[in-house]
């Protein structure tokens, strides 16, 4: 029997720390959100940035999902017709932005010949 008291106190000790520490997490900060508005998880990330300063690649998960040099994180839709539909680009948090490209045409790339 004692055994069980012991672990009925650990398990409220437990849910009593989640509840009144849970929050902390929750402190004041800028939204996660993606600065692409891809509703219904139309949108994938294609590359990450590249963490490895050699010849090699790392992303932010030690995988390969990037290319050398890679400064960026790379959204693909998947189709000419949400293309087509469009997809807002937002500003997730208040900034400047730094780098754009204008006049790249909008393509399906599915339609690029080898």
């Given amino acids: 029997m004692p055994e069980r008291s012991g672990s009925f106190r650990t398990l409220f000790l437990s849910v009593f720390a989640t509840l009144s520490f849970g929050s902390i997490a929750l402190a004041d900060g800028p939204p996660f959100d993606l600065p692409v508005d891809c509703a219904d998880n139309t ?3 294609v590359h990450y ?3 490895d300063p050699g010849p090699q690649i790392r992303d932010y998960a030690c995988g390969t999902t990037t290319y050398d040099g890679h400064r960026g994180t790379d959204f ?3 189709d000419e017709a949400t293309m087509l539909e469009g997809v807002s680009v937002r500003a997730i948090a208040d900034g400047t932005v730094r780098a754009l490209r ?10 690029i010949s080898p």
């Fill in 49 to 51: 940035v590249d963490h």
């Fill in 76 to 78: 693909a839709i998947p």
């Fill in 43 to 45: 949108c994938d990330i």
């Fill in 102 to 111: 204008e006049g790249v045409e909008d393509i399906d790339s599915g339609r």
